[in-house]
Each structure stands twice: as C-alpha cells, then as structure tokens.
Nanobody
Framework: EVQLVESGGGLVQAGGSLRLSCAASGLSFDDFAIGWFRQAPGDERRGVSCINCSDGGTYYTDSVKGRFTISTDNAKTTVYLQMDSLKPEDTAVYYC?????????????????????WGQGTQVTVAS
C-alpha cells in the first residue's frame, strides 16, 4: 500500500520559512515523479515542484523559483520542500503526490483523480 504522509505546515509571517516533509512508503522513487501541489481557497489544485521531473531533474512553477527548494533524503524515502521568502499568496493546502508522468505538475488544472497517489495535505498560512 502506498502512503504519503505530509508534515511541517503552519502559520508564518511573510518573509519567513517553512520546511514541508513527505514520508513515502510502498513505492520506489525510481518509478515516480514525486513532489508538491497546492490548493488555495477558491482556486484549483496546481503543481508547485517535483523531483524526478525534467529528465530526472527538478521542476518548479514560476512563482516559486528561487524561493522553494525540493530535495530527498539519501534513502529516498522522504521528500522535502524548503520554502523561503514566503508570501501571503503562498497560503494554501500543500499536497504531496506521486505519479509516473511528471507532465501533470505543469498542467493548468489538475483533477484529483488524474494523479495516482496523494497525501492528506498540510495547511500553510502566510500572514502579511
């Protein structure tokens, strides 16, 4: 059974930092693109960042480039999202996800049913 368990969300002031973690079990990082989506209130779920994307590399949506960093541990069981210089517009529920095709992270709108595996989500709130 595949499980993705997120942690690390919370409330932070604008300009602050948070690190999200996603503990993955039941799958191999070699077979999936793994990363993060987010869904702000009243908005669609959108791709933020993934690893094992872009010819095995990383992907970031334009709005987080230079501020967010995705990484894994050496054992390839946990994915991290280091979020720096946070802005109020980063406020959202952040979901860890795994899917064999990295293209889903670049889609404008991502139906939940399209992605193979989701975590339960963790709330990130950035106060102005």
């Amino acid at each position: 059974e595949v499980q993705l368990v997120e942690s690390g969300g919370g409330l932070v002031q604008a300009g602050g930092s948070l690190r999200l973690s996603c503990a993955a079990s039941g799958l191999s990082f070699d077979d999936f693109a793994i990363g993060w989506f987010r869904q702000a209130p009243g908005d669609e779920r959108r791709g933020v960042s993934c690893i094992n994307c872009s010819d095995g590399g990383t992907y970031y949506t334009d709005s987080v480039k230079g501020r967010f960093t995705i990484s894994t541990d050496n054992a390839k069981t946990t994915v991290y999202l280091q979020m720096d210089s946070l802005k109020p517009e980063d406020t959202a529920v952040y979901y860890c996800a795994a899917h064999p095709l990295p293209e889903v992270w670049r889609m404008t709108v991502v139906p939940e049913r399209l992605v193979d595996y989701w975590g339960q989500g963790t709330q990130v709130t950035v106060a102005s």
